[in-house]
C-alpha cells in the first residue's frame, strides 16, 4: 500500500500569548509533558535569574542551572549535570543561546526539551537544530524539535526592541532561502520539499505584509507563529534548506571574517536577503525588502552595521565558503570583486533613490 501520509515533527503545543509563562507548570501537566514538575531548566546567569524569582514559587520542584555563554562546552556541562537526575523534560528559559545549549544537552542525555523563548531575535527557537559556538568557530548540530513551544508577549515586550527587529529580518530571509532553494532545483536538480517551502514562504510573506510594528500583539503574534513555522518546515526538509541561502552565507561570512564585530543574526540576513534579492534581478522585491526592513529600524546597508562597502564585498565575495555544497544566487553567478561592487554600487543608488 503506497504512504498517503507523512508525519510532521512538531511541537505538540505553541502557546503564544500574554502572559503564557505564569501558567507554565499546568501547561506542561495538562499536556502530560512534566505531572511531577521535576524539571532541568536552563536560564542565563543575568536576565534570567529575574525570570526565575518569578516562576520558582510555582515550579517548587524544578532544578535550576545557570548556562554562561553559547557554546558546545557549556551545552557538554549541561548534560553532564542533569544526567541521571531522572527530570521529565529540561526547559530552555531565555533567547537564542540558551535555547539552543538546551536542545543540545537535552538531546545528549534522552530527554524531551521545552522552548519558552524570551526574544525573538532568530528561528532558532523551535528548530531541529542547536547552533553553538565551538574551537573552529560556530557549528550547526541536528537535534530533536522542542517538544512544547511557549512565547509569553508581555516578556518579549520586555527585551530590548532590537532583538524583535532581528526576527523580522530572519523571518523576511526565508523569501530569498526558497528562492534559492528553487534556483538549485533548476539548475542542478536539486529535490525541493514544497511543504517546507510552503511553510517557509508563508512565514516570511506574513511578516512582510503585515501592518504593524514591534509593539503590536497582533504583528508579535504573527512574527512568532512565523518564526514557529520556519523551525517546523526546517524539521520536514532535514535541513536548514527552507530558511537559509545567500543570506546567511552572508552572514555567516561577516561572522567569521569579524568576529567582534558582527551585528545580530537577523539584522545581518535580512541586509544579505535584500541583496541576494538584487543580485537575482528581483529588483522590484528587493525595493520592497528594504523599505519593510526600514520601516522596523533595521539595517538595508552595511555602513549601518559598522561595515564599509570593501568589508562588505570581501564578504560576498567569501560567502559561498561557509555553506560548502549549498547552491545559491552567489554561486551561480560566481560573481569576482569587482563585479560584487559593482552589484553594490547599484544596489545601493537603488534604494537611496
Given amino acids: 500500500m503506497p504512504v498517503l501520509t507523512r508525519l510532521i515533527p512538531s511541537p505538540v503545543v505553541v502557546d503564544i500569548s500574554r502572559g503564557a509563562m505564569d501558567d507554565l507548570a499546568g501547561l506542561l501537566a495538562d499536556q502530560r509533558i512534566s505531572a511531577s514538575g521535576k524539571l532541568a531548566i536552563a536560564i542565563s546567569g543575568g536576565s534570567g535569574q529575574v525570570l526565575r524569582a518569578k516562576l520558582e514559587p510555582v515550579l517548587p520542584h524544578a532544578d535550576w542551572y545557570a548556562v554562561v ?48 523563548a524570551t526574544n525573538l531575535s532568530h528561528d532558532g527557537i523551535c528548530s531541529p537544530v542547536a547552533t ?68 517557509a514562504r508563508t512565514a516570511g510573506e506574513a511578516v512582510l505584509r503585515h501592518p504593524g510594528g514591534c509593539g503590536d500583539d497582533e504583528f508579535l503574534t504573527v512574527l ?48 544579505g536577503a535584500a541583496f541576494a534579492m538584487h543580485l537575482r534581478g528581483a529588483h522590484e522585491q528587493a525595493g520592497l525588502f528594504t523599505e519593510v526592513l526600514r520601516r522596523h529600524g533595521l539595517p538595508v546597508l552595511p555602513a549601518e552595521i559598522g561595515f564599509s562597502t570593501d568589508e562588505f564585498v570581501e564578504a560576498v565575495e567569501y560567502a559561498p565558503q561557509t555553506r560548502p555544497g549549498r547552491f545559491t544566487i552567489l554561486e551561480h553567478l560566481n560573481l569576482s570583486a569587482a563585479e560584487i561592487r559593482d552589484a553594490y554600487a547599484d544596489y545601493a543608488k537603488t534604494i537611496r533613490s
Fill in 224 to 271: 512568532s507563529e512565523s518564526l514557529v513555522l520556519t523551525g517546523i518546515a526546517m524539521s520536514i526538509s532535514g535541513d536548514t534548506r527552507p530558511a537559509s541561502g545567500a543570506c546567511h552565507e552572508i552572514s555567516h561570512a561577516f561572522d567569521l571574517l569579524h568576529p567582534g564585530r558582527s551585528a545580530l543574526h537577523g539584522e545581518q540576513v535580512g541586509l
Fill in 132 to 199: 553553538l559556538d565551538n574551537d573552529n568557530g560556530r557549528g550547526s548540530y541536528g537535534v530533536p524539535t522542542p517538544i512544547a513551544m511557549v512565547i509569553d508577549l508581555d516578556v518579549i515586550k520586555e527585551a530590548p526592541v532590537r532583538f524583535v527587529r532581528a526576527g523580522i529580518g530572519d523571518a523576511l530571509s526565508n523569501i530569498s532561502a526558497i528562492a534559492d532553494w528553487e534556483l538549485s532545483h533548476e539548475i542542478n536538480g536539486e529535490a525541493v520539499d514544497g511543504l517546507a517551502a510552503a511553510m
Fill in 69 to 116: 555563554d553559547g557554546t558546545i562546552d557549556s551545552a557538554v556541562k549541561l548534560a553532564d549535570d542533569i544526567k541521571g537526575r531522572r527530570y521529565d523534560a529540561v526547559v530552555g528559559l531565555g533567547g537564542g543561546k540558551i535555547i539552543d545549549v538546551a536542545k543540545y544537552a537535552a538531546a545528549r542525555v534522552g530527554l524531551p526539551m521545552v522552548a519558552v
